[in-house]
């Protein structure tokens, strides 16, 4: 059996020893090789997924699919425009990593951790009672609310859903719609604000009035949701920190993957 590992992404160092222990060969993928993609029962192809740019840079062939197994197994970390054209052109299918319920739990507990990690870190005052602004109450939003409650701070959550609204006021926890007039009056309490929304909430406006002290933490998933150049300008301190789990937990991010791969290839 064997597999082709398309990234050197370091949560794929735990990948690539699951499948040797499982009887793989395995092989990484190098711009020097002309592979011969027939001969793969497993392709694990990078995290952040194939784009053109890719494709171009690891001199891959557009069609490069089409010549693989009709069983190939093919894992991705994220779905993409040019994955979805390669993969409608060999009639391939994949399994989305990142997309995966559990995976996604799991990770959303990494990224918690370098969250309050981060904080700790950029910040001159404790956690505990300190104005802490979260925006979005999704994945990464609902365990990170909880953590910074359990940690002793003044949270407010600001949500665009009737949903997790509905479910803060039965918390009774502090929240507001990111569109009303309640994010103005927040806004320029808050010690740190950390965004979760790949969306900018906040304006021009909202970011004039932050505390010049404050701090503004964005992991939301590209285009992000922070004006950096204006933030700059204000002398606002900030950070744009995505994918956390394999910055802080390299090792166990690599083995939430292995759990979800070893699985579905078994």
Avoid: W
Avoid at 54 to 81: H, M, P
Avoid at 167 to 196: H, P, R
Avoid at 211 to 238: C, E, F, Q, W
Avoid at 252 to 265: D, N, Q, Y
């Amino acid at each position: 059996m064997k597999a082709l590992i398309f990234d050197e992404d370091i949560r794929y160092q735990q990948v690539i020893t699951a499948l040797k222990a499982m009887g793989y060969q395995v092989d990484l993928l190098s711009k020097q090789q002309q592979l011969d993609f027939s001969i793969y029962d497993v392709i694990v192809l990078p995290v952040l997924g194939i784009s053109e740019a890719y494709l171009t840079t690891a001199q891959l062939a557009l069609n490069f699919l089409t010549k693989t197994k009709n069983t190939v197994k093919i894992f991705s970390g994220i779905k993409t425009q040019a994955l979805t054209k390669l993969l409608t052109a060999s009639q391939r299918s994949c399994y989305y990593l990142m997309e995966d319920a559990q995976v996604v739990k799991e990770n959303a507990i990494l990224t918690v951790e370098g969250i309050i990690a981060d904080l700790i870190i950029n910040t001159k005052i404790a956690i505990n009672n300190a104005k802490i602004m979260v925006l979005g109450y999704g994945n990464i939003g609902v365990p990170l609310v909880a953590t910074l409650n359990s940690l002793g701070a003044n949270v407010y959550v600001g949500v665009i859903e009737l949903t997790d609204k509905n479910q803060l006021d039965q918390q009774q926890q502090e929240s507001f719609y990111t569109s009303d007039q309640a994010l103005n009056t927040y806004v320029g309490m808050m010690d740190m604000i950390v965004n979760t929304v790949p969306a900018t909430l906040l304006t021009t406006a909202h970011l004039q009035q932050l505390k010049t002290d404050s701090y503004l933490l964005d992991v939301a998933s590209k285009p992000y949701g922070i004006n950096v150049a204006k933030l700059t300008a204000l002398g606002i301190k900030h950070k744009i920190y995505p994918a956390i789990p394999s910055k802080v937990a390299p090792q166990t991010a690599g083995e939430i993957l292995v759990r979800k791969i070893s699985s579905i290839i078994r």
